[in-house]
């Protein structure tokens, strides 16, 4: 991979910390929660994508989407929340090149309801023309031959891997095994979202301990990108609580925290 930091002369300038997914699993509300805190500075976007899609525009550009960059201020840190980055082939990697020490941000959802939540958001984008039990059934045909082409092409980019990827991005172990073979265990804080959705306060208030920021306290905690559609079918929602089940279990393993899916 093409180094593409700045050279050694000039200040280095990193984020403290990035929330790397998972998609519909809750990284926007709680990436609203913390740039209220009068500690953390946002980005000029929470989604910046830099690592899976913008790579190209090179670390300057990349600085630039931040305001601390420009103009440091003390005692502040600042962070993105881009949730295809824990999904993506290729950006484990290009983090790790340049930005090893960052703190990295995880929330999972069970990955039922993850799926189906994220289906709805393709077909609300008009992206998706098939049912969810037909855009599952064809998944891994819509999907394997992207992902051959990304790994033999860097700068390949396929919006089909990131749309139609809803049982592929639960499999949350493999992603998982994938980050923490290059990154320390320690740089990570892996959050049950339903924790988030049911308790925030504390939810947030772990964040804030593990970004070492003094506890801070919101007036409200709004649920962002709330999307209301039809209950999931109970059959096939059983069907996919079995297919995901060995999935969990490894996960649990891996990370020693049971989550109950």
């Known amino acids: ?5 700045p050279d050694e002369s000039s200040k280095p300038f990193v984020p403290d910390f990035l929330i790397i997914g998972a998609q519909k699993c809750g990284t926007t509300s709680l990436y609203n929660y913390l740039i209220q805190h ?14 899976d899609i913008h790579f190209k525009n090179g670390w300057e550009w990349y600085c630039r989407q931040f305001p601390m960059a420009l103009e ?3 005692n502040c840190i600042t962070g993105e929340a881009s949730p ?3 999904f993506h082939p290729h950006t484990p990697s290009r983090i790790l090149q340049l930005m090893p020490k960052v703190k990295l941000i995880i929330l999972l959802r069970n990955p039922v309801d993850r799926a189906y939540s994220h289906y709805h958001l393709i077909a609300r984008m008009g992206k998706e023309t ?11 045909s819509r999907i394997k031959p ?4 990304m790994l033999e092409d860097e700068n390949y980019q396929s919006t089909d891997y990131q749309y139609y990827s809803y049982l592929a991005r639960g499999r949350y172990v493999e992603q998982l095994k994938t980050w923490m073979n290059l990154f320390p265990k320690e740089q990570f804080l892996i959050i049950k979202s339903e924790d988030l959705y049911f308790n925030p306060a504390n939810t947030f208030h772990r964040v804030l301990d593990f970004l070492g920021l003094p506890k801070y306290d919101l007036y409200v905690y709004k ?3 709330y999307g209301e559609y039809p209950e999931l079918d109970l059959q096939l929602k059983n069907q996919l609580a079995d297919y995901f089940k060995p999935y969990n279990r490894q996960l649990y393993e ?3 925290i049971d989550f109950g899916w």
């Not at 855009?135 to 891994?140: S, T």
């Not at 992207?146 to 082409?149: D, G, I, S």
């Open 1 to 5: 991979m093409e180094k593409i930091a």
């Open 38 to 51: 009068p500690q953390v500075i946002p980005a000029k976007t929470k989604e910046i994508h830099f690592f």
């Open 72 to 74: 440091p201020k003390e």
């Open 84 to 86: 295809y980055y824990l």
């Open 130 to 140: 098939l049912s969810f039990k037909e855009a599952i059934r064809h998944e891994e």
């Open 146 to 149: 992207e992902l051959k082409k």
């Open 223 to 225: 649920k962002e990108n």
């Open 254 to 256: 891996y990370i020693g």
